[in-house]
């Protein structure tokens, strides 16, 4: 998780419990304590959950995948099996702090209040994020992380991601909307 969650009161603390590690992002230099914990967790068979591009896209389309993570994963010199998913919503989540942001705003820090009264709202119907799509793409089987250069893989992970892109009715329809031509035509093409 990134280090932001650290730092939130009660969940952070939840966080490392349940064996979450926190990633320093944007310092361009190896974080050592990204590779100890990899070092401490690779030791035996596990399942580690990674968002390789670093943070949500502002626009519904993907970053460039972040490579720290798996330069790290190189680094242990172990064979993987990468399994990319895609999570996808008809709705943003937080499309009211993104259109804030987009207007030059700055984001907000993370904090509990602010995710207690943003849950507060989903649970009571206020925010709709729609339908959500998760979509699991075929095993990436034996990667020897040493032996491929970390974009190249993070690339490829990315392709597959790309792949298993679920489009709604939704999804259709605010395309209708948005370039003024009929929805059949957008799921059509």
């Not at 596990?46 to 993907?62: A, P, Q």
Request: aromatic fraction near 8%; glycine fraction near 6%.
């Amino acid at each position: 998780a990134a280090s932001d969650f650290s730092r939130i009161p009660i969940i952070g603390w939840i966080a490392s419990k349940a064996g979450a590690f926190f990633v320093k992002r944007g310092e361009a230099k190896k974080d050592p304590n990204l590779s100890k914990n990899l070092s401490m967790i690779t030791q035996s068979p596990t399942f580690i959950e990674v968002f390789i591009e670093g943070k949500r896209s502002r626009h519904r389309t993907f970053l460039a995948p972040k490579t720290g993570f798996l330069r790290c994963l190189a680094e242990s010199n172990c064979n993987y099996i990468v399994l990319p998913m895609t999570i996808n919503y008809e709705d943003l989540p937080d499309q009211t702090s993104l259109l804030n942001e987009a207007n030059g705003n700055r984001g907000g820090e993370m904090s509990l209040s602010a995710l207690m009264n943003w849950s507060i709202q989903a649970f009571s119907g206020r925010i709709n994020v729609g339908r959500i799509f998760i979509s699991v793409s075929n095993a990436i089987n034996g990667l020897n992380m040493n032996s491929k250069d970390p974009q190249y893989l993070g690339c490829c992970i990315q392709n597959h991601q790309q792949r298993r892109i679920v489009v709604s009715e939704f999804h259709v329809r605010a395309a209708s909307l948005a370039i003024n031509v009929p929805p059949k035509l957008i799921s059509d093409a």
